[in-house]
């Protein structure tokens, strides 16, 4: 479904209530749920918003804010609905508020044995995938048309970033070039470019836009059982860092961090996420 044929009517069809904060939920703040959204994709989904503390100020009721759509959404914000632990956004956006840097952070929840497909460009030979374009059109022609339409954000490409890890850092870059018009940053975590391989260096080398800003990192350990697959992490993490500078990611475009204890989880994510937002959000 996409929201270009009746915006309005779309907005009005989708209720959102509090999240749920009854015993073992771990949400912090302002987070409003959605009801189910219908999608071209394998499961409907629904949204998770984390608005700022800010958002309710009177003296800042008109205040619009930029948008972070962040893939694995069920992982964001609550221990109780994560796979193996949650990134802490909502904490951490509560402390860079107090920086000055504030943000509405929208989860997408992933669809389950379907992840692989949706946060791939190119399939494995192996495990498959390759439908990140139909995820990329349900976000952007779906999605942030709802969040614009509801809640108070900067639309514009400047102040509309991607954030995931693993599959879900190969996505964000992908989406980053896909959508150059309507994506201005990227958080590139873990990133797991061994499964599209080849094709998303390819394709990543024909690109020519060195606009916006990129956040690339990868863990030490994020593999220590499978000593080859931890040395692709990071290799592959690397050739794509120095590809983005010679296409000409200067320093203030582009950070590239490797954290050489560190493992593939969402403990790890919850720890460098401070200082990719940032980045990211200047």
């Not at 992908?174 to 499964?195: H, L, N, Q, R, T």
Request: aromatic share 10%; hydrophobic share 35%; proline share 6%.
């Amino acid at each position: 479904m996409s929201l270009a044929a009746d915006d309005e009517t779309m907005t009005d069809d989708i209720d959102w209530r509090p999240y749920d904060l009854t015993d073992g939920h771990t949400v912090l703040g302002d987070v409003r749920v959605s009801s189910t959204i219908e999608t071209p994709l394998s499961t409907d989904r629904h949204l998770l918003v984390s608005l700022p503390p800010s958002y309710t100020d009177a003296e800042r009721s008109e205040t619009s804010y930029p948008v972070v759509y962040m893939h694995d959404g069920q992982n964001l914000f609550d221990e109780a609905t994560s796979n193996s632990g949650e990134w802490c956004v909502d904490e951490t956006m509560a402390r860079l508020s107090d920086e000055g840097r504030e943000a509405i952070v929208v989860g997408i929840p992933h669809g389950g044995d379907a992840r692989g497909d949706e946060y791939t460009p190119y399939p494995h030979e192996e495990y498959g995938g390759g439908d990140a374009d139909q995820y990329l059109q349900f976000l952007f022609e779906t999605v942030k048309p709802l969040v614009d339409e509801t809640f108070r954000t900067r639309p514009g490409r400047e102040a509309t970033g991607l954030v995931g890890s693993s599959l879900g850092g190969v996505v964000s870059l992908y989406g980053f070039f896909e959508y150059g018009a309507k994506v201005g940053f990227a958080g590139v975590m873990s990133p797991a470019f061994w499964w599209p391989g080849e094709p998303m260096f390819e394709y990543v080398a024909d690109q020519s836009r060195t606009d916006g800003r990129l956040y690339v990192d990868v863990g030490g350990q994020e593999s220590p059982d499978n000593p080859e697959l931890n040395d692709a992490y990071v290799r592959d993490a690397e050739r794509m860092a120095e590809q983005l500078r010679e296409q000409g990611f200067t320093d203030d475009r582009l950070r590239f961090v490797v954290d050489d204890d560190a493992r593939h989880h969402e403990s790890e994510w919850a720890e460098r996420f401070p200082d990719a937002m940032r980045f990211l959000l200047g």
